[in-house]
């Protein structure tokens, strides 16, 4: 029941956050339930919004998909001209944090010093986030599987070109975020962020499925051989960083993860990618969720206008990272577990961003939140292994009581 009840919220915030414009906004806001001291979500995020493109593909929601691929070409601002901005409102407009004149003459001291042209201070200003266009790819990718996406050819030209324009032979020449929008890479340490990598090296691989481009293969050779050597330096380390540079972020981040799904850079069992994962979940896994990273302070919450941080929670985005995971290194037992414990934290089938102190918390309902059960189901519901770890588990549960 628990699971029937989720996927049905699911499809109703799915079809909530997918505006008639096309936009799809990150959170279901006008859900009664959604908290009054939070911050809103009424934004489109590609990121999100790509996740959610594809959770609903598998549930034949097909027309959410189109229409926010249209929205993207129709009303994202900048877009077509190749600057992307890390959110938008739903009309297209760009929803820059700092919310100010993008001109360069409105920057003093040292951000004029890291700014230096008009380009790079609209990238400064929207967070350049480069995992969303890989994420945007892979979702016109899956899509493609269902649908025929010839009028989205063009979106796909501008994702995979906005790639390669920012690409400079082993790092972004321009200051990159990560996906949590809270660390930056920089140029002048030729850093990047290890998730985005391999999200715009999926990106560009499914990009050439559609059509034969050189810069898109020269950049993505360029992408492999870095991404290479940072995993020849994983190996003494003993995990993969964050932030791979001349200077390295060695944090433990539990969004690589992904790096076996979605992006499909390492195998479940591959040995550095199997460290990293025991090395995510002895740092990050508290009381079976797993948050972020250590000493994350973001949970979401706003008093009087301002981010009022204090105790972050587990984020159920990445236990269904684990789950699906431990689904492809065939532990359906541990699959299972990760998957049961966010269902079993909803608020009435709705999920929420964060779960904090064993209860949903921070953003509800999250709609990322919802197309990672989804994604996660759809691995999981039809392998009878997966079936009987259930079962089990379930069974050992019942014990105990």
């Given at each position: 029941?628990?699971?029937?009840?989720?996927?049905?919220?699911?499809?109703?915030?799915?079809?909530?956050?997918?505006?008639p414009?096309?936009?799809?906004?990150a959170?279901?806001?006008?859900?009664?339930?959604?908290?009054?001291?939070?911050?809103?979500?009424?934004?489109?995020?590609?990121?999100?919004?790509s996740?959610?493109?594809?959770?609903?593909?598998?549930?034949?929601?097909?027309?959410?998909?189109?229409?926010?691929?249209?929205?993207?070409?129709?009303?994202?601002?900048?877009?077509?001209?190749?600057?992307?901005?890390?959110?938008?409102f739903?009309?297209?407009?760009?929803?820059?944090?700092?919310?100010?004149?993008?001109?360069?003459?409105?920057?003093?001291?040292?951000?004029?010093?890291?700014?230096?042209?008009?380009?790079?201070?609209?990238?400064?200003?929207i967070?350049?986030?480069p995992?969303?266009l890989?994420?945007?790819?892979?979702?016109?990718?899956?899509?493609?599987?269902?649908?025929?996406?010839?009028?989205?050819?063009?979106?796909?030209?501008?994702?995979?070109?906005?790639?390669?324009?920012?690409?400079?032979?082993?790092?972004?020449?321009?200051?990159?975020?990560?996906?949590?929008?809270?660390?930056?890479?920089l140029?002048?340490?030729?850093?990047?962020?290890?998730?985005?990598?391999?999200?715009?090296?999926?990106?560009?691989?499914?990009?050439?499925?559609?059509?034969e481009?050189?810069?898109?293969?020269?950049?993505?050779?360029?992408?492999?051989?870095?991404?290479?050597k940072?995993?020849?330096?994983?190996?003494n380390?003993?995990?993969?960083?964050?932030?791979f540079?001349?200077?390295?972020?060695?944090?433990?981040?539990?969004?690589?993860?992904?790096?076996?799904?979605?992006?499909?850079?390492?195998?479940?069992?591959?040995?550095?990618?199997?460290?990293?994962?025991?090395?995510?979940l002895k740092?990050?896994?508290i009381?079976?969720?797993?948050?972020?990273?250590?000493?994350?302070?973001?949970?979401?919450?706003?008093?009087?206008?301002?981010?009022?941080?204090?105790?972050?929670?587990?984020?159920?985005?990445?236990?269904?990272?684990?789950?699906?995971?431990?689904?492809?290194?065939?532990?359906?037992?541990?699959?299972?577990?990760?998957?049961?414990?966010?269902?079993?934290?909803?608020?009435?089938?709705?999920l929420?961003e964060?779960?904090?102190?064993?209860?949903?918390?921070?953003?509800?309902?999250?709609?990322?939140?919802?197309?990672?059960?989804?994604?996660?189901?759809?691995?999981?519901?039809?392998?009878?292994?997966?079936?009987m770890?259930?079962?089990?588990?379930?069974?050992?549960?019942?014990?105990?009581?």
């Open positions: 029941m628990e699971v029937e009840k989720i996927l049905e919220k699911s499809k109703e915030v799915f079809r909530n956050c997918s505006l414009n096309g936009a799809i906004i959170a279901d806001v006008n859900n009664p339930i959604y908290p009054k001291n939070v911050k809103w979500y009424g934004y489109v995020w590609l990121r999100d919004a996740f959610v493109c594809y959770a609903c593909d598998l549930l034949g929601m097909h027309e959410i998909s189109e229409k926010f691929f249209k929205w993207c070409l129709d009303y994202a601002e900048g877009l077509r001209e190749g600057i992307f901005a890390h959110k938008y739903p009309n297209g407009r760009v929803a820059g944090d700092f919310d100010l004149s993008l001109e360069e003459n409105d920057l003093k001291g040292e951000r004029k010093k890291t700014v230096r042209n008009y380009l790079k201070t609209k990238i400064f200003y967070q350049f986030q995992d969303q890989g994420s945007l790819l892979c979702s016109l990718y899956e899509h493609s599987k269902v649908r025929d996406i010839g009028e989205f050819k063009e979106l796909v030209e501008i994702l995979a070109n906005g790639i390669c324009r920012y690409w400079k032979k082993g790092y972004f020449s321009v200051p990159t975020f990560d996906l949590w929008e809270e660390n930056i890479a140029p002048k340490y030729k850093q990047f962020h290890v998730y985005s990598l391999a999200s715009c090296i999926k990106g560009l691989e499914y990009a050439l499925k559609f059509e481009i050189e810069s898109w293969k020269s950049t993505l050779k360029q992408m492999k051989r870095i991404f290479s940072c995993l020849n330096y994983s190996k380390l003993g995990y993969i960083p964050r932030v540079g001349k200077k390295i972020d060695t944090t433990i981040d539990s969004s690589l993860f992904a790096l076996t799904w979605p992006w499909e850079q390492l195998q479940a069992n591959d040995e550095i990618m199997v460290k990293t994962v025991e090395n995510i740092e990050n896994e009381n079976g969720g797993i948050k972020r990273y250590r000493n994350d302070m973001y949970n979401g919450q706003i008093e009087l206008g301002d981010l009022k941080f204090g105790k972050a929670g587990s984020w159920p985005i990445l236990n269904y990272w684990a789950s699906i995971y431990f689904f492809l290194k065939g532990e359906m037992e541990r699959a299972f577990k990760y998957f049961k414990w966010v269902n079993e934290r909803s608020l009435n089938g709705y929420p964060q779960v904090i102190d064993d209860k949903p918390a921070s953003i509800i309902p999250l709609a990322w939140s919802h197309a990672m059960f989804v994604i996660t189901l759809n691995f999981l519901e039809n392998s009878s292994k997966f079936l770890a259930a079962k089990e588990v379930n069974q050992d549960i019942d014990d105990k009581q």
